[in-house]
Structure formats: C-alpha cells, structure tokens
C-alpha cells in the first residue's frame, strides 16, 4: 500500500459503501456453514453485495427475476447455483486474497484494509483455482451488464495454445464497453513479452480494459511478470513482501490473513484503486475512470521498455492529490502553484522525472534508448547503467562494455551479459550494480 501512496488516499477518500466491485475468480470465502447460514470472512463481511429481494426471498425461486436463482452475494458460474463462495478443496483462497485487497474492510482495527475500506465486492465463481471455462467467464459479464456493475477484477488468464475460445471472451470484453464497463486483468506471470507470448484477456484489444505487470519494493518489473511496451498498461505492488490480504485455511476453514503476491495481487491494488476513482466520481465514464488511472502513474525508469506508462499505479495521484500537498490537483492549476506545461490537467512535478520543471512528455533532454524519459532519470534509478560514466546508458555506447556480475547476485546468469544488435551490453534491471570489466566484441 505504500509504494502506491496508499495512506495519502485515504485523506481524500475511502470508498462508498454502495459501489460495487465484481471479483471474477475462485469464489470467496463466506465461510464454512451451509448455504445461506453464511459466516463470512470477516474482512470482507462488512463488504458484500447483498441482493435485497434475493435475501428476503423465497430459497429455490428467483425472486428479483434477474434469471439467477438465490444469488444473495453473487453466483456460481462453474455450478450453475446462487452460492459463490471458495471451495474447500481447492488449494488456496485465490478470490478470497484478491477481494481483501480491494475492499477489505477498513479502520477497524481487524485484520487488513482494502483500498476501498468501503464497496461492496460481487464475487462471480468463474473456475476453481487453476481451472475454468471461457465460458463461464462470457456469462459473468452479462451477470454485470444486467445487473448494472460496471468495475471487474480479472485476475487470470489463458496462456494462447489453451485458449480455444479467447476471441470469443475478447469480443464480449469490447461489446460491453457500449454498457459501460471496465476490466481490470492482469498480465499473468510466464516472465515473457506478451507481444511474443500473447495471454488473455490481457492479450485482448478492446480499450475497457487495463492490464497490469507485477512490480517489486524497489518498483522493478518482477521477475516473473509479463510485460509489454504496447499491451501492458501498468504496474502494482506484487512482491510477496509488500502483500498482505484475506486468506483462509483450507484444511481447518479458518479465517487467516497471508502474504500473497504476483500479477494477480497487482491486478487488485489497481482494481482498488478504479473502484476508488470512480466511486468518488460516479457520474464518469469507464474511459475517464481508465485515463485517470494511467494518466497519475508514478512514472520509473524500471518500467520504460515494459509497460505503456513506465508507472505504477498513484492512488492519490488517481484521487487527485499527486503531489501530496492536501489541495486537488487541478486547484493547484487554477491557482497557478503547479505548471501544466502539456496541457493534461496534471501537474508538471508529478511527471518531470529529472526535475529541470519540464514534464517528460515534451522534455527536450536526451533520451537515447526512447523510452519516453530522460537518459540521466535512467542512470539515476538503475534502470540503465553508465559504466564510463559519462551521462549515457550502456545501451546506447556504440560497444556497449560488459560488466562484472555483482557478487551479491543469488543467480549468476541474472547478471550475464548478453548480445543485442551485434553489441554485448549488462544484462538490464535484474541484479543491482554492475562494475565495468571490459569492452567484447562479439
């Protein structure tokens, strides 16, 4: 929650305890009694959607006429039943972990906070962990579009040899843009391009969506994300150090909270933080809450070259603080006390990677490996390395020299040199600093 600014959002906005968040995953944990005697988790009881007429009605009819029979908190798309929550038998609470980062419950001194500390989470069973249904998955956006929730959590996916159908699902995924509906996916965690390696949704083209790389404590790409320049947007918190949510042993049934971790817990702090945006702007449209989100990013050089923004997501950015001070942003514009030199309604400070008081977008100073952000903001976060030094990235030297591997490396061939273009050069963002050893030539 840190490394997205996540305490500073909360001064400007906790969630609304109506807004609801449909979680498409493994089912949730609403505890161990017998359908409907539900004893949820109780990170989470507090923010379950609960369908009025469904809970007052008659067990075994459909009494909204919604054609879901006793979906009180959502349905069961893998049963076909009115009862989504976590199965015991499978092997981890997927569902459960990534709805407590969304909305788990907050300010109460119990287990852990979501990013909306109020919402209303919409669990839609889809699969059981490691398996499901295209399918399924078609059917739960029509759940949404009929029943008017316009905010998904999607954190899977289908490599392209399994899937069969993915046209199918991507086609849905962009046909729902017309009822206003936005997806959140994630990139999933082959540690492949998925320029190369295409995974869906994440893979798809339809705009109403934001897919989302997994990210560490220092703001790299982790190593077992995917990524790409051109299909993922973003990245999240995904280390398991940095991630804490609502869990549940399956073996006893007992409430617990654990460390979770890669793409599918960044996908939920970026969900979170959708959900907040367009909580406190009702009014706006799936674009506007999407642009907003990518728009605040807190831009890294440790992201340039993997995801479209080269940021991680900003929750207070999002909100419209992005430069913490307490005032909106965008009075902060009016007032003239932040530069908006491009013309975006955000302030200049918050994208102006090497601080000379130009936003990176129109900065003028080098950039030789165009990546959008200045060669010296490159060197200064270690995304590059300037062996010489003199002020430029060794990708960018005509021979690009070969580094010593640092000794503190676990992995030797994290820090092996490799051949790009016909030049060896350091083996970028993965282990630290490297010491110049010498030019090779191929």
Known sequence: ????????????????????????????????????????????????????????????????GNGYIDDIHGYDFVDGEGDPRHTDAAPAPHGTQVAGIIGGFGNNSIGVAGLNWVCKIVPLKIMYVGYGEWSNAIAAIEYMRDNGIKLANVSWSCREIECLNSSGLCTTISNAQADGLLFVVAAHNQGQNLDDHPVYPAACSADNIITVAATTELDGLKNNSNFSQTKVD?????????VFSASRDTSTGAHTYNAFKDTSAATAHVTGVAGLVWSLHPSWTWEQVRDQVLKTVRKTPRLAG??????????????????????????????????????????????????????????????????????????????????????????????GACCKPNPSCVDITECACYSFGGTWRPFPYKCGTFQCLEIILP
């Open 1 to 64: 929650m840190v490394n997205i600014r996540a305490p500073y959002a909360w001064n400007i906005w906790t969630g609304d305890p109506s807004f609801r968040i449909a979680v498409f995953d493994s089912g949730i944990d609403l505890g161990t009694g017998d359908f409907p005697d539900e004893d949820p988790h109780p990170a989470l009881a507090n923010n379950l959607w609960v369908n009025a007429l469904e809970s007052s009605g008659t067990t075994g009819v459909d009494d909204d």
């Open 306 to 399: 993997f995801t479209v923004t080269a940021g991680i997501v900003d929750d207070s950015g999002a909100l419209g603080d992005c430069n913490l001070n307490g005032i909106d942003d965008a009075t902060d514009i009016a007032e003239e006390t932040s530069a908006d030199l491009n013309n975006n309604d955000f302030p200049d400070e918050c994208e102006d990677c090497d601080e000379d008081g130009v936003p990176d977008s129109i900065d003028t100073s080098p950039d030789c490996n165009d990546n959008g952000l200045p060669d010296s903001c490159d060197i200064a976060y270690g995304a590059s390395w300037d062996c010489e030094p003199d002020g430029v990235p060794q990708q960018c030297q005509p021979l």
């Open 234 to 242: 973003l990245g999240a918190p995904g280390n398991i150090s940095q």
